[in-house]
């Protein structure tokens, strides 16, 4: 077994090139948007994740396994376990990240009733394989074994890169070793209908240094698109990327997470095995995605049907899907592509998503969530109540558990391991991406540390300062991203202000102990317009400020407004009000139209209005609505 | 049993009230665009259904239940059954209304093996309740045994209005009789998960003169909107409309054909049992459904997920479902709520789903069909070849054959009994509703026939000329239906012309023999406006001429435009262009957004473009597009 003397502690360690993330031990947040977002994720979602498992009975199914109690009905989906799994790689990172004893020590309990369902071959599922269930790998469509071997690959990789080797990567070196011999180049030629295993696979070989794992997850890359997965009832191959070979595509489509995750694992092996054509058509996939199929948000899928992603300019803001699950998967992918080519605009992209998709799903209490992320909700649900579990979180309203309960624990390992997509390291280069007051401590591969204290409000504010606590002797480069909609900001150093261009900040060399560095991002609300192409929103606008999308809530209108009848008077700037915005909106009323007819008219609509009904509206940011009860809420705002 | 004497050959014949449909053998259509598509379904529709289900084994299953071998794998989903059911109701339309030979041969080798499959209690169902087959009544929310035999009995119905009792009524009547047994007052208190039992049952009760299938379709309707069905994995209880009783409901929701289906049932048992509340109930539900979910070709159910209705104004053209079902069981609503109540909107809404969702399903060759019709087609589906089933007939391409087939056969008897809905008799007053060529005989109650005329090239001209052929010698009454949309109508008489509002056009008394009367109604193209508040087309128009709503067809467009750049010159009006129009357009060009961004700018997009970008754009009538191969379409127009 290869060594793995000083492991770097990131969800994402390629074996080629020299950018690296900062790894979660050398950056401690110490306040701010996302530290109050990792405490409502260590002090609530983890055990919420935990309790709700257990009483689904989804851990016990791996003590039914265990004690040979397979033959009664099984409760959970066949994916199950991967929730456990991801559950796992939660409390990994948040044992990585804050060494306390308490998710270790729950990990450990977890992994002794995991290993006890294991196989004496190293397979280990609790829906398949056993007495009384259908054989393994008898459903490659539907049943996710292979998707369930992949999270447990990650909690792996992440448990070799806190503690070391332990019972986790022992049980995940003989489920992936199973997996090679079951579908290496010998063995059965087939893919799992939901990606994961890919990453997984990569990412462990990683950790451990095995380079057959690394080839087993490019097998499974390359055998993907060749129409070999059998079609589930009306849903055709692209729904698990089974028409298109990865290399082929030229973008992203069928079921969003399922796309993302392949994507991420794609790039992880193109990296790995220095296959530039991979990578490049994962880039480009990403471009074309990113330009024509992605909200404003940061959002990616606009169909409820499958999950999936729409066509170009198929961007619904009222039935848009937006999983939080593919905003977590679209920021490891955005990370991977960052780390191989160093570009600002995956950066970008993964603070988006950030602040606007995974901020959002999780309520205050930390115990409830939102599957779907839509831009435009017009009524509330009447139907769902605290504490019971719903289908999907619709209508405006948290809730504590899914039918399909993948969001909670993707969240919870995803919040537990933010700091890992803050900053980058390569060579001599400190790159900070993301901006949260806290102390960054690198240890930089020529030798020496930087280390630096940043001072933020941001995003409610735009300063970032950074003071240099200590650096080396030598020349070292420190980058600030400047994000794509930073028109305007500045950047001040020793030497006085300067403009700065969205981008990077660069100090070049002569970082002394002691500099003070700001940076200052615009963040007064602005109007932003969508391509005329997206027909689903013409005719409005939406507001942001700074990294943050901006919502209307249908609490803040004057009791007699509708959300379907706003008019926003673009003459006016909106102006800064909290951490949102005030904008000057008008009423309309639409005449009713002849009762008994479809909506449709010979003529224009009057526009009915008078002088009263124009008003200063608060606006406040997308990821915090439907937090003051259950509420209508539009992002896009019709123009007057 | 009683007698049944002179059964009216209609679809539909209430047992109260006076008004009644006129007779399939009253009207005979002797040309235009409803006797073309009644060839074509008579020349290849009905024969490619039957082809269909010979081939896949759907009809096949009835022989294996008749001969022991339901242990092996049955072939088709679980409601297949009712597909047989609907071309045996098709074959029955169309020999009652041609007399032709083959539809009832064809029909009675059909029954014959049908029968064969019936147990000794009467029970019918090939997938459940035999050798290796679910329990009878196992699963009611997915199931459709109940649903299936709805169908049968709608058949039946339509056979004892045609030729009287036979196999085919015998066989539905110990269909009928066991499910009065097993789900009566005093049986199981369960609904089929898929409405249609109640109004086959509402139908043969009323031609048989069984009052106990009326009393159970009551007991049916009432017993739906308490939460008895099982939930279906991510779809609710408005998905089978098991969430609020149907005399309580304000709107319809949840699956489109179910809730409509419902409707129908409802409005049977609410007329036969004089149940005002529940008329009531049903006509509002019909007014704000039509008011706020229905697109503008009289398209219902604007969802994929469940192939249901919206929210309120969630009618978005381009992921609109409006299943071609959809609008065959709103024009079965609208129907009954017509005989019921006699007002013109009813059948105003009944052309409009008629001529631009019934009629835009067939292809050309009546055996390739729309599934889906969608107001806006971004793009063509590449991968669906003719002659294959795909699941859904998406991407702009008529399929022969869908994974779930409903649509066919449904098409297939609505088409064969299409002049049922084009005229009603009241007591000494005939309203003539659909405008068709061709020879009306009406034997009116009071004795004596009025006997007319009708010669038109409607909807392609607006002239409804009708000559009064025989008419009894006291006064009786005669009204010509004038669209909602036709303003600027005139009506010609003896007498003169003069204009007539949307409504009516009363002939009261004194029609002689040798009368010519014409109505004229105005099928210039005219623009329409959408109800603000529909998010999804704002800032556009469409065109619709008569009848007819128009589409613009990218094989109309220069080879260099787009349709998801064009904008139409709503300050030239639309000129009448054959059966279409042509209309001003420009073509704008989006200037390219950054690279790698998401499609939202800072500012308005500016509008690229020059002189040479105007021209005149052919329109076609909806119903039409994708005839010419796949195609790209959009209805509604974005405006300049």
């Known amino acids: 077994m290869e060594e793995n003397t000083s492991p770097l502690v990131v969800p994402v360690d390629p074996r080629r090139g020299s950018r690296r993330g900062a790894a979660l031990d ?56 991967s929730e456990v799994y991801k559950l796992a790689e939660a409390l990994v990172w948040e044992h990585g990240r804050t060494g306390r004893a308490w998710p270790n020590e729950t990990l450990e309990a977890l992994v002794d009733r995991i290993a006890a369902a294991q196989d004496d071959d190293g397979y280990l599922n609790t829906c398949y394989g056993h007495a009384g269930q259908a054989e393994r790998y008898s459903d490659l469509s539907s049943g996710h074994e292979l998707y369930c071997t992949g999270h447990l690959l990650q909690a792996a990789a992440a448990r070799v890169r806190t503690v070391g080797e332990d019972k986790l990567v022992e049980v995940a070196r003989r489920a992936a070793d199973h997996v090679c011999r079951e579908f290496g180049a010998d063995g059965r030629a087939g ?82 095995t220095d296959d530039a054509e991979l990578l490049g ?13 992605t909200y404003l948000t940061g959002g990616m899928g606009s169909r409820h049907q499958d999950e999936g992603f729409g066509e170009d300019w198929e961007l619904p803001p009222d039935r848009a899907y937006c999983e939080t699950c593919a905003g977590i998967a679209s920021v490891m992918v955005s990370w991977r592509l960052y780390l191989a080519t160093g570009e600002a605009r995956y950066a970008d992209l993964i603070e988006r998503t950030f602040y606007n998709v995974i901020a959002a799903s999780p309520g205050a209490d930390g115990r409830s969530f939102f599957y779907a992320n839509p831009l435009h909700q017009r ?14 979180a619709e209508g405006g309203v948290r809730a504590p558990w899914f039918d399909v309960s993948c969001c909670p624990t993707n969240l919870a390992r995803t919040l537990a391991s933010w700091q890992a997509y803050a900053a980058s390291v390569d060579g001599d280069t400190v790159s900070l991406l993301q901006y949260a007051p806290g102390e960054l401590r690198v240890a930089l591969a020529d030798g020496g540390d930087l280390v630096l ?47 700065v261009e969205p981008g ?62 706003i008019r926003l008077d673009t003459a006016v700037a909106p102006r800064a009000d909290g951490d949102g915005a005030l904008v000057r909106m008008a009423s309309v009323r639409t005449p009713p139209g002849d009762s008994g007819r479809p909506p449709y008219r010979s003529a224009p609509t009057p526009r009915l209005d008078d002088g009263s009904s124009i008003r200063d509206v608060q606006l406040i940011p997308y990821h915090r609505w439907a937090q003051r009860g259950p509420s209508a809420m539009r992002v896009f705002l019709p123009t007057a």
């Not at 058509?281 to 199929?293: F, I, L, P, Y």
């Not at 009524?379 to 999907?392: C, F, H, I, L, S």
């Not at 409610?460 to 980058?479: M, W």
């Open 453 to 499: 204290r940043v001072t933020t409000e941001y995003p409610r504010e735009g300063a970032v300062r950074v003071e240099v606590v200590e650096a080396p002797t030598r020349p070292v480069d420190l980058r600030f991203r400047v994000p794509h909609w930073a028109d305007g900001a500045t950047f001040t150093d020793g030497s006085g202000t300067s403009a």
């Open 191 to 272: 893919v799992c209908g939901h990606a994961e295993i890919e990453l997984g696979l990569a990412e462990f070989g990683r950790a451990l240094g095995e380079e057959r794992y690394t080839e087993q997850a490019r097998l499974f890359v390359e055998r993907r698109g060749h129409g070999t997965l059998k079609p589930i009832a009306l849903l055709d191959a692209s729904y698990f990327q089974d028409d298109v070979p990865v290399r082929e595509a030229t973008v992203w489509s069928g079921h969003a997470v399922r796309a993302l995750y392949l994507a991420a694992g794609a790039v992880d092996v193109a990296v790995d």
């Open 26 to 81: 050398e950056l401690r947040v110490t306040g701010g948007f996302w530290e109050h977002l990792q405490r409502s994720n260590s002090r609530s979602t983890l055990r919420h994740c935990l309790e709700w498992m257990e009483r689904l009975g989804w851990i016990a199914n791996f003590d039914r396994v265990a004690d040979g109690e397979t033959d009664r009905p099984r409760p959970g989906w066949p994916f199950s376990d």
């Open 379 to 392: 009524t509330t649900a009447a139907d769902v109540r605290p504490g019971e579990v719903n289908p999907r």
């Open 281 to 293: 058509a994962v880039a480009r996939q990403w471009e074309r995605t990113v330009e024509s199929r």
């Open 504 to 565: 990077w900040a660069h100090v070049r060399g002569g970082l002394e102990p002691g500099a003070a560095l700001t940076l200052d991002l615009p963040v007064t609300p602005r109007l932003t317009w969508p391509d005329p192409r997206i027909d689903a929103v013409r005719g409005c606008v939406a507001v942001e400020r700074g990294p943050l999308v901006l919502c209307a809530e249908s609490v803040d209108l004057p009791e007699d407004w509708s959300l379907a009848e």
